[in-house]
């Protein structure tokens, strides 16, 4: 669905601009990608760091029970305006779900159930309330539980003084070999930051933006509310160490 229902300009990552609610040329009659397979080489490298984290299933199979926008066009453009909600709430879902997996967060454990509880409820309610739904009010509302449990985390792996680089412009910043454990890096512009060797263990990433960073033997083991995404936009090689669950790229 993020094929059909989201925009995009051309650019580093994309050869071509798309306006939102357009199907992209190279979707396939089955919903598949004619060029997934050389994407990155044929320019369309935002495709690879994009992830919907499952919110487009559920928008088509759960929310409006299997419909397909193709053949049934009266639905196409609710289910497009639903679909950035859904992602949301997916995404959130996810941290979440990691959040749980934290020891040392094991205090804010109930809230982190009760919210995960009304997320995963909103995620199958119909169109109208998700239409309702505030996804920046929702994210908000979410951040500051995770921050709870990213204090905790960092605080018991890494004790005593931590980097706090929360939003900050480390664009294209030197910063080869730095010692960034525990280290608050929520939200920052880290875009083609040099991070070779840098030491990210436990370091929080949520929402960070690691386009074009360089970490080729980065130390990201622990590392906090890193996504997929993050990992696939940025440069790393064979001694790139990333956290459990997520995949080594193919490009590094």
């Not at 060029?35 to 044929?42: G, K, M, S, V, Y």
């Not at 409820?121 to 994210?139: H, K, M, Q, V, Y």
């Not at 840098?198 to 906090?224: E, K, N, P, Q, S």
Request: aromatic share 6%; net charge positive.
């Amino acid at each position: 669905m993020c094929c059909a229902a989201l925009p995009f300009a051309a650019s580093a990552d994309f050869p071509v601009t798309k306006p939102a609610g357009t199907a992209c040329g190279n979707l396939r009659e089955d919903f598949r990608c004619g060029i997934h397979t050389r994407l990155r080489a044929d320019g369309w490298r935002g495709c690879t760091v994009f992830d919907c984290f499952g919110a487009g299933q559920q928008v088509s199979q759960v929310t409006f029970g299997g419909v397909d926008w193709r053949a049934a066009p009266e639905s196409r453009q609710r289910m497009f305006d639903v679909f950035p909600v859904m992602r949301t709430l997916h995404e959130l879902l996810w941290y979440l779900t990691e959040a749980l997996a934290q020891p040392a967060a094991r205090s804010v454990h109930p809230a982190v159930r009760r919210t995960l509880a009304r997320t995963e409820e909103l995620t199958r309610a119909d169109a109208a309330t998700l239409e309702a739904a505030d996804p920046g009010a929702l994210r908000a509302a979410t951040g500051e539980l995770l921050l709870q449990v990213s204090e905790l985390v960092r605080a018991a792996q890494v004790p005593g003084r931590r980097k706090n680089h929360r939003g900050a412009d480390l664009m294209g910043a030197k910063l080869a070999g730095t010692d960034l454990r525990g280290a608050n890096l929520r939200g920052a512009y880290l875009i083609a930051a040099d991070l070779q060797r840098a030491d990210l263990r436990f370091a929080d990433l949520i929402g960070a933006d690691l386009r074009d960073a360089d970490l080729r033997g980065a130390d990201l083991t622990g590392a906090l509310f890193l996504t997929q995404a993050q990992v696939n936009a940025a440069k790393g090689d064979k001694t790139t160490r990333i956290p459990a669950g997520l995949t080594r790229p193919a490009h590094w």
